[in-house]
């Protein structure tokens, strides 16, 4: 059986509506229990693991300095932490809880700073490739000379000082060289790269000097003057930072390495209309990076122990452990790894980069830039920890349940809600703190958060919350039901194919698919009607066993008779909502015909070059009528004698000499079709 | 006498200069008052009765001469109508002409105390005067406003020229001539008077070509020769340029009030404070026509400055002197040009003195190598800034038939640096002198770039890109050269595209001046020398950064990444590194090429 429809089509909505003093879908849970769903909200005081464990992190104070942008080495002394700093290369000394000038330059950056020669301090900056050296004590706010100016380079990445040799190692560029200064101030290429830069230099207890590049990122190991090993070629654009573990923690070598984003601009032209320098309105050049955390034993294995796509590395130290700890590029935060992998966020900052840390001995601190700040860390647990949820969207207004978790040692819960994406005065307050496993008193809003405080045990550790809620029901609405084999292709049928293009074969088979808004996203039941034009009755097309869930049914009409037909489509919340809950709603689609008789030609004649006859279709208007000799390549198409197919019935008479011989006597053939692709075939003989 | 004394059909007298340096007196009737003719200013009409002046009419180069009724002095001649036919004029009442003697006036006029705001005296506003403005010189209505290393001559014209416009103006269609000041401009060929009066016109000048008259200063040889003192009804003149090119503004002393004294009855600039040079002339002549006639004249004796520029008046104080710029320009290869030494001294002022220094020295050279045939100049300008030495500033230029003159030096380097010298946001910076030395060659010494090619499309990384330059002389066979681009080694892998560009046209990395002393520093060095050519390329994934006076020319893309900040606006300006590699060239290369090497990696 084949299918014709008018897809003029008014849809006509019925709704069904069910009352019910509270409308509910089904129960759906919250659950929080890794890294990415702990993550994202607050962090104040906490930590977490990539096991999704939250446990009491660290407190710290935040004395800021204004006065720089960014933080590039820190070194603790007698006197106070140092932090060397751009932009104007000043290094501020921190101490008892301020920060002072201890040092300017005239450089851009002072980007390294080691303790040398006895106590003294040896700094490296840019541009110059100049090291300064002063005794602690005597950094009290001058400025600093130069000490060493290292030939055929311009910047100064890092500095190491092997106490041993007593003898000051600094990385430059940008010629790729490595110098060793004496305490004279006498200096030597140690090593000389083919890379711009070396970037990060580390001694380890054996004397090996570990050297990364800026470039094509190469990890080198420099044993002597001019030896030099490559340990690893990492695919990145540099390598950041090293940190040699001690023998007594186990040995080995970690190494940071960076992939950056971000394009940069042309250079300005030096402009004195005192106009900020760099425009906050524009999203800076350089975004967040990839980093990558490396481990090589002794033996020179390598072990990826920390791999980021959503942020570089740039600072990285080792904590009493011997583990890693690497302050990250982009989100300010600081991350430790453990042998098997667990990845912890231990602090979360307000800064775009944790610059410098260092959490071992008995003054543990970190710096971070942009803005720059130094952190001395005061303790870690306690009362002041507090985890703080991201905004957990319901998708509509949500009835909360109860609220369980599982820790290791007590804690406090408390929830609030509100209608906005982000917290403000109209949310709920902080619910009254639960000790147990309780129903949330938060009223019913859409989004919720959950925080979580350890004033009751600083060394508890937080693994898993679960917060149920059911959310209101709305109903879904059918916007639209089309026929075809897609919404797409429904359209395309409603115009008929241009004369001589090609139809589509006719099918039994009919496409029926259909649009639905389901705002609580609950799953929806469609059930599907038909009925003749006139008639009252509605047959089911689906069995009445058969649950159909999806917007579409491809519907067989081959044992249906020819006719005008209605469709409808019921669709129906009851999988998620008890009966006396769900809601319905129905659409009607007119005008489906149903053909399966093609067209017939009679009357046939074609003399003199002229053809005469008439088409006649059962149901529907003929579609088109063509004619070709027979064994001609194409078919040409002949109009009805009004001009228009727009009748169950044609009669043609056209001239077609141009397709059959002037002698007559030749065979010509002629084709009729339906709207439904219904087609009918005759032939006839040419007289003079 | 007061305004309201002055009544319709009273008599007296004016006193003005005809010729010579003697004022003379002429009659005047009172016909009537107008108003609030100004601001808080009215202006009496008279009929002025003299056999010139029935000539004349209304005469520039008057304004200031002071009127006489009953021999009381009630003001100062000032405005006149356009083809008047009758010898009318309005003459500002002397009240208010003493009130802006009465202005006060700074101690100590350095430079970058002119056009300071000040408030009114004492004595006519009632109040108690407050503190000059510390400040004073910043934001004046002459200063540029623009960036000072993009100093432009003839923006900054226009810049104070809008300023000045509508207050010297008068209403329109009021046929009142404008309060313009005429001035006698000596020394100057067709094209720099032209561009002299592009520029000033606009801003209340009215440009006359006269002598510039033989005014020094007081010698045994001059005393006793010319005056010691203005007079009233006197010739005042205000020196914007002096020496082997004048210009002068002409007028006539209305009152000499102890060392000081009040002319003009209207304002010069309106600028307010002012220290511009004054000097005692004489008139030679006044030249009558129809539209407007004016005296022609010039200086005699330097004596003052001009310290004050009003609605009403210009208050002119004889204890004081006022800066100059000397200027020294030798040229050197003009043959047989019979004047290759010039000399002259500008006013020290943010507006004038750039522009007429490269107004002058675009006139002198006009006028020593004017040439049809080809020409090839240099130009060396040292520039004297006092508490920051000199710097050398480098103009050339080469073309055919005449390629110098006012409007190039204007556009030149030396102009532009004085415009920053004397118009930057920290200080107006007192120029000492200037010494500009031109060679002339009368050959067209460039070399179009015609070509660059690649001696090898791929090289071995840490190995040159030897390019050859196709060069074509102006005159003559084309010839080659190669030259060795250094390449890194760090560089292997990669594509270079090397760009050559001509010295003059490529800039060096600078950092942003953070005070007067780096601003100084960088004038010089804005460019690349300019018989140089310089080939450049990119540094993939390196950076530079400028801040503070202070450059990184290479900067791996973390150390970028660090500098760059998201929370302040006052940080590095960080963006892509170029390698830059400076070859000297023979003449001035013309053209723009570039070519694409690939570095190979060694694997060997």
Redesign the interface.
Known sequence: MKLRYALIAILLAAGVAQSSDVDAVGTRTFVLDSLDSFKGGDLEGVTISSDGAVSAGYHYGNIEIPDA??T?ATLPTATGTLLAT????VIFRVHEGKSEVAAET????I?SLATAFGGDVVAGG??GAKLFRSAPGAMTGGTLKPWVELPDS??V?AVAYDAKRKQIFAAT????KVFRVDGKGKAEVYFDS????I?SLALGEDGVLYAGS??TALLYAIRAPGRARVVRDFDA??V?AIAVVPQAQGGGVYAVA?V?KG????????????T?????RRP???RA?KGRLMYFDDAGRAELMLKDDKT?F?SLSLDDKGLPVVGT?SEGQIFSVDKNHVKTILVDTDS??V?SVSLIGKSPYFAS???VAFHAVTGRGGTDAVWTSKVLDAGMRAHFGRLQWRSDGALEIQTRSGNTAKPNDNWSPWSAAMKTSAVVTSPSARYVQVRARWNRDANAVLRRIELAFVTDNARALLSEVTVGKSSSDSKKNKTVPASGGPLDKPSSKVKLNWKVENPDKDTLRYRLFYRTIGSNRWYAILPSDTTHTTTSYSWDTEDLPEGRYELRVDASDELANPPDRAWSHSLILQQVLVDNTPPVLSALSLVGGRLKGEAKDGLGPVARIEVAPVGGARFFPIFPSDGVFDDAVETFDADISGVVPPTGGGLLVIRAYDEAGNRTTRHVTSKR | MRVDDVKPGMKGYGLTVFSGMKPQRFDVEVISTLHNFRPGQDLFLVRTKHPRLDIARTVAGMSGSPIYIDGKMIGAYAYGWLFNVEPIAGVTPIQNMLDDLRRPVPKVLAPGTAGSPLPNSSRSSGRKPRRPNRRAGIGNIKRFR?????YDADLHAQQVAAHTRPILSPPAGSGLRPATTDVMVGGLGPAAFQQVTEWLAPTGLNLVQAGGGKAKKKTAATAGTSPLRYVDGGVVNVQLARGDISMNGLGTVTHVVGDKLIAFGHPMFNGGIENLPTAIGRVHWILSTQNRSFKIGEPVQPLGALVNDRQASIVVDMNRVAPTIPVELNIRGAHGAPKTNWRFEIAHDQFLAPNFTSLAIGNALKATTAERNDMTWRAKSTVSIAGAGDIEIEDFGAGAGNPIGSSTMARARLTRAMG?ILN??WKMGRITGVRVDVRVVHRRETLALRGAQLLSPEID??NPARVRLLLQPHYGEAMTRVIEVPV???L?GRRLTIKLTPGYRA?R?????QNFDD?VQ?LPN?HFPGETIVASYA?P????????G?????????????????????????????QKIVFPSRGYIVGEQSVTVKVRNVLR
């Open positions: 942008t960014s590039w751009g932009p104007k290369g005239e450089t851009m950056a980007t840019f541009p311009e910047d990445w560029g940008p010629n790729g083919e890379e711009p830069h970037v800026s470039g654009k540099d950041k960076n950056y394009s940069l601009k042309t250079p300005p032209r030096p402009s004195t209309t005192l900020p320098t760099v425009s906050l800076p050049t350089t990076g570089h740039v590029g775009r980069q610059s830039s942009d803005p | 623009g960036d000072p290393l993009k920053a930057n946001p990384a840490g890194p080694a760090s292997a800039r990395l600078l950092p942003t001046p601003l960088t804005q540094l994934d390196e950076a530079a950064a400028t801040f503070a202070q450059v990184a020319k290479r900067l791996p893309p973390g150390a970028a990444d660090a500098l760059q900040t998201t929370t302040q606006s006052l940080a590095p300006r960080v963006f892509a590194a170029r």
